[in-house]
C-alpha cells in the first residue's frame, strides 16, 4: 500500500540553526512528492515538489529537499531557521496516473528566539 | 484573484442535522478535492472530482456526497451529522488532471459535531 512516514511529530530548534524536517515514503515507480507548510489556522501552501528531474529541489523560502531513491526518502532542509518558518510540514505522496494523494501525519516545526 | 474559498468558515451542528460546506475556485481548475484534517493525522481525502461532471471516492467517504455544479464549483454535504465528523474541511483544486499536480487549498471550514 502507498504511505508516506514522516518520522517527527515534533521538531525543535533555535532561529539560526539548521532545519531538517524527516520524510519517508513507500516505493514506486513514479511518485511526486511534495512538501507544503500550514500556518496556524491558515490553509496549505507549497514549498517545494519532485517530480522527476533534478533530486535537488529549491523550493520557497530558503527550503530545499534532496529525492533518494535507494532510501525512499525526501528530507526537507533549511540552513537557518527564521521564527516565521514555525508552523506544521506535511510530506504529501502522489502516483502517477491516479488522483489519490497520501499525507503524512504532519511535523510541527518550533523556532525558539 | 482570490483562488480557493470556502464557506461557512466556522460552524456547529447538533447530531443528525444536515448541511453543505462550499467550495470554489477562480483558477479554471479541472480538478476538485475534499479534506478533512484530524490531529495528528494529516490529510484524508474524502472526495475528489477529476473533471467537470465527474467524482469518486477517495480514502474516507463514509457519511458525505459531494456534487461538482460546475467547473468552478464543488460542494460536500454531510446528510445526518455525526460527532465522529467534527474536524477541518479543506477544500483544493489542481490545473492538471492527476495528484501529481500542485494543488492549491482553501482556508478551511472549522465543524464541531455536538
Known amino acids: 500500500a502507498q504511505s508516506v512516514t514522516q518520522l517527527d511529530s515534533h521538531v525543535s530548534v533555535s532561529e539560526g540553526t539548521p532545519v531538517l524536517l524527516r520524510c519517508n515514503y513507500s516505493?514506486?515507480?513514479?511518485?511526486?512528492l511534495f512538501w507544503y507548510v500550514q500556518h496556524p489556522n491558515k490553509g496549505l501552501q507549497l514549498l517545494l515538489k519532485y517530480t522527476s528531474a533534478a533530486t535537488l529541489v529549491k523550493g520557497i523560502n530558503g527550503f530545499e529537499a534532496e529525492f533518494k531513491k535507494s532510501e525512499t526518502s525526501f528530507h526537507l532542509t533549511k540552513p537557518s531557521a527564521h521564527m516565521s518558518d514555525a508552523a506544521e510540514y506535511f510530506c504529501v505522496v502522489s502516483y502517477t496516473g491516479g488522483f489519490k494523494t497520501i499525507f503524512g501525519a504532519g511535523t510541527r516545526l518550533f523556532v525558539k528566539a | 484573484n482570490a483562488g480557493v474559498t470556502q464557506t461557512p468558515k466556522f460552524q456547529v451542528l447538533k447530531t443528525g442535522q444536515s448541511m453543505t460546506l462550499q467550495c470554489a475556485q477562480d483558477?479554471?481548475?479541472?480538478?476538485m478535492y475534499w479534506y478533512r484534517q484530524d490531529p495528528g493525522m494529516g490529510l484524508r481525502l474524502i472526495y475528489y472530482?477529476?473533471?467537470?461532471?465527474?467524482?469518486d471516492k477517495g480514502e474516507v467517504p463514509n457519511g458525505y456526497n459531494v456534487s461538482r455544479l460546475n467547473k468552478r464549483e464543488f460542494s460536500l454535504r454531510l446528510e445526518s451529522a455525526a460527532p465522529s465528523q467534527t474536524s477541518v474541511y479543506f477544500c483544493?483544486?489542481?490545473?492538471?488532471?492527476?495528484?501529481?499536480?500542485?494543488?492549491?487549498f482553501g482556508p478551511g471550514t472549522r465543524l464541531t459535531v455536538l
Open positions: 472530482s477529476a473533471s467537470e461532471g465527474t467524482t
Open positions: 483558477m479554471n481548475h479541472n480538478s
Open positions: 483544493a483544486s489542481s490545473g492538471t488532471s492527476g495528484s501529481t499536480d500542485t494543488q492549491y
Open positions: 516505493s514506486s515507480y513514479s511518485p511526486s
